[in-house]
């Protein structure tokens, strides 16, 4: 196949990350391919993140080859030591990973909760079942301005979380970093919301949760991040917080149709929590890594 693989121009420029693209189209012009390499900061300088697309009917034409020499070329241009990428599990993209130089550094298993089958009694006695010293809050978007330093220092809970041999670094989170997250999913047309664990002996943040449902309350939403800082665990308030997050969108939402939750195969304690409140996995997904 004659092969044609155009750098573009990408408007989509995090406050913490930039990102790289590349288009391969044939002979006639047309578009067979992409590649999207994501450049971090803030703790993550080392790091790239690969996403490649080829057409089916285009596969094992030498197309993803390609795409990801001029990714792998730029994330060497930038100094990066590492490139990871993601694939399902037994996906084509699972074998080309393999078959380029990746190795296999992560496995992640998804999980969907109807909300339809939502038990909102059970629900209700997990919730209003009593956390000594601690109570919930939450918001919707933005986190309020008096809450906006403890939940930054409390984005900690996440430096410790199972990410078995994955070269992932540690991100360094402020309060411009978490209003920049939030309005990212805002920008999106998406509705971010979060509920908190507050240690009711000094006021601050000791976990979260956050849960992203698309924009027309339709679909089903993305849990983003569950953490308790190590000095809160061992209280349930991980369970807590989630089961406050289901029950917060199940009555604001009567048209979304599910949540779903993914999580290290390595994280038997988040795993534990998302088949007591009856998630049903869906599928595994795998984490490569190439070093540079």
């Known amino acids: ?16 990350s930039r990102r790289l693209a590349w288009l ?6 047309i578009p067979v391919g992409t590649a999207f390499l994501r450049l971090f900061d ?30 792998v070329a730029a ?21 080309f990973l393999s078959a380029h130089g990746f190795r296999k550094v992560l496995t992640l298993r998804f999980a969907r909760l109807s909300l339809a089958d939502v038990d909102p009694t059970a629900l209700a006695g997990i919730i209003e079942r009593p956390h000594p010293g601690y109570r919930l809050a939450s918001w919707q ?46 920008d999106r047309g998406d509705q971010l919301h ?10 601050s943040i000791a976990g979260f949760t956050e849960l992203v449902v698309p924009g027309n309350g339709t679909g089903d939403g993305q849990h983003y991040g569950t953490g308790v800082l190590p000095e809160h665990r061992g209280h349930g308030l991980g369970r807590w917080m989630k089961a406050e997050s289901i029950r917060q969108a199940q009555g604001r939402y009567p048209d979304l149709g599910g949540l779903l939750t993914d999580t290290a195969d ?3 304690y988040m795993r534990h929590i ?19």
């Open 75 to 95: 994330a060497r241009d930038n100094a990066r030591r590492c490139v990871s990428a993601q694939a399902e599990a037994g996906s084509p993209g699972d074998h």
């Open 24 to 29: 391969a189209s044939d002979a006639d012009s």
């Open 194 to 203: 979060t509920v908190v664990a507050i240690d009711t002996a000094d006021d």
């Open 266 to 268: 390595s994280n038997t």
């Open 141 to 186: 978007g933005t986190v309020p301005d008096d809450l906006a330093q403890t939940f930054a220092a409390s984005r900690r809970a996440m430096d410790d979380m199972p990410m078995e041999d994955t070269d992932y670094g540690t991100v360094i989170w402020d309060v411009d970093r978490v209003r920049a997250a939030a309005k990212a999913v805002q």
């Open 274 to 292: 998302s088949d007591s409140l009856n998630y049903v996995p869906t599928h595994t997904t795998v984490q490569y890594q190439l070093d540079l």
């Open 42 to 71: 803030g703790g993550q300088e080392h790091l790239a993140e690969l996403t490649l697309h080829v057409h089916p009917t285009e596969r094992r034409e030498g197309v993803g080859s390609r795409l990801l020499d001029a990714a």
């Open 1 to 16: 196949m004659s092969l044609r693989i155009t750098p573009l121009t990408d408007p989509a420029h995090g406050a913490h």
